[in-house]
């Protein structure tokens, strides 16, 4: 439950400011958890960043999968 507060957190954050700007600090503040619950679920806000990616390709994946199953295979030539 922590990480994903921590994860919906980071998406109000960068909804306001950009990765760069954001900090640990700003973070930890809007879950409302110290810094040190962070670095146990995460090594630092990029690797938070990287889950969100993960997060969002397999969500991604997730809705085109049964598009994909639909598609007929088309011939190249």
Do not use: C
């Amino acid at each position: 439950m922590t990480r994903k507060k921590l994860k919906e957190a980071v998406l109000d954050i960068f909804s306001e400011k950009s990765v760069d700007t954001a900090t640990v600090e700003d973070i930890t503040e809007t879950a409302h958890i110290g810094k040190g619950t962070l670095y146990r679920h995460f090594a630092d806000k990029e690797e938070v960043v990287f889950v969100l990616m993960e997060d969002a390709i397999e969500h991604l994946i997730e809705r085109l999968r049964p598009i994909q199953m639909n598609l007929k295979p088309r011939r190249m030539f």
